[in-house]
T-cell receptor, first 115, second 111 residues
Framework: DTEVTQTPKHLVMGMTNKKSLKCEQH?????MYWYKQKAKKPPELMFV???????INESVPSRFSPECPNSSLLNLHLHALQPEDSALYLC??????????????FGAGTRLSVL | DQQVKQNSPSLSVQEGRISILNCDYT??????FLWYKKYPAEGPTFLIS?????DKNEDGRFTVFLNKSAKHLSLHIVPSQPGDSAVYFC??????????FGQGTRLTINP
């Protein structure tokens, strides 16, 4: 089973709203990731959690706030977003830290529209 | 600075023939490469990987070749099937955890 589950699949929010994206995996993976993907572009890394600790933040604006409540769950809290933040948000997980264990498995993504 | 480049935005191949997708990279610190396949409205699906200490890795219909001196890798799919129609991303691993993706190549398999 290589399933990463993301909810919701679609989200529409206003610029003053607060919402959260959720990601869950039950593969025992210890690294989890958030990516942002715009149309016709490759995924861009936002955050990496390794053993439930934030290890990489790719200079993401503070209106995006990640949280890793436990090793299976990853949240992305959204507040005061801009229309240009509309994109597909992908969650991924990998077994562990280190290159030969870094096959990342992706969820189906949340399609976010900011009005 | 685009460290991973897929110079062909699209490729069209006849069913049953070989599909060859190409990828070039500039970062000689990459030590592992992965290929992902992506259907619309889905997340990328891992296909095959190769370590920089190897020059070939094969898994069923998929073979990846790595030419380190040319900083070039390619994915061969043979025989190509209609279900292979998707966007294919090449990615290099920089450091311990960061995947750097190419722009993707849209592969269309024609019946």
């Amino acid at each position: 089973d290589t399933e990463v589950t993301q909810t919701p699949k679609h989200l529409v929010m206003g610029m003053t709203n607060k919402k959260s994206l959720k990601c869950e995996q039950h593969m025992g993976h210890r690294a989890m990731y958030w990516y942002k993907q715009k149309a016709k572009k490759p995924p861009e890394l936002m955050f990496v959690y390794s053993y439930e600790k934030l290890s990489i933040n790719e200079s993401v604006p503070s209106r995006f706030s990640p949280e890793c409540p436990n090793s299976s769950l990853l949240n992305l809290h959204l507040h005061a977003l801009q229309p240009e933040d509309s994109a597909l948000y992908l969650c991924a997980s990998s077994q562990d830290y280190g290159r030969d264990k870094n096959i990342q498995y992706f969820g189906a993504g949340t399609r976010l529209s900011v009005l | 600075d685009q460290q991973v480049k897929q110079n062909s935005p699209s490729l069209s191949v006849q069913e049953g023939r070989i599909s060859i997708l190409n990828c070039d990279y500039t970062n000689s610190m990459f030590d592992y490469f992965l290929w992902y396949k992506k259907y619309p409205a889905e997340g990328p699906t891992f296909l095959i990987s190769i370590s920089s200490i190897k020059d070939k890795n094969e898994d069923g219909r998929f073979t990846v070749f790595l030419n380190k001196s040319a900083k070039h890798l390619s994915l061969h799919i043979v025989p190509s099937q209609p279900g292979d129609s998707a966007v294919y991303f090449c990615a290099g691993i920089q450091g311990a955890q960061k995947l750097v993706f190419g722009q993707g190549t849209r592969l269309t398999i024609n019946p």
